[in-house]
């Protein structure tokens, strides 16, 4: 498993100081998708709709909605 590219704009773009322990979002090399968070798993694993659940082996990771809304159009670019 690989990173493939970033999607978004790096944190120091979005006001990062040092660029580095800051939300963020990568495509991986299968396809799939890594996110970098603050883990609220104890805090909303308790609050999610009764037609969602986390598994052992998940967690409820949360990202800024600059984050989010700066990867906006590499999401729209996406194919497949």
Not at 22 to 37: M, N, Q
Request: with cysteine; proline share 4%.
């Amino acid at each position: 498993m690989h990173i493939v590219r970033r999607i978004g704009v790096a944190p120091v773009e979005r006001g990062s100081v040092g660029g580095q322990a800051c939300p963020d979002i990568f495509e991986l090399g299968d396809g799939s998708f890594a996110v970098i968070g603050t883990d609220r798993t104890d805090l909303l694993g308790d609050r999610l709709p009764a037609d969602a659940a986390c598994a052992d082996h998940e967690k409820i990771v949360v990202i800024t909605r600059e984050t989010l809304l700066r990867a906006r159009a590499d999401i729209l670019a996406l194919k497949g």
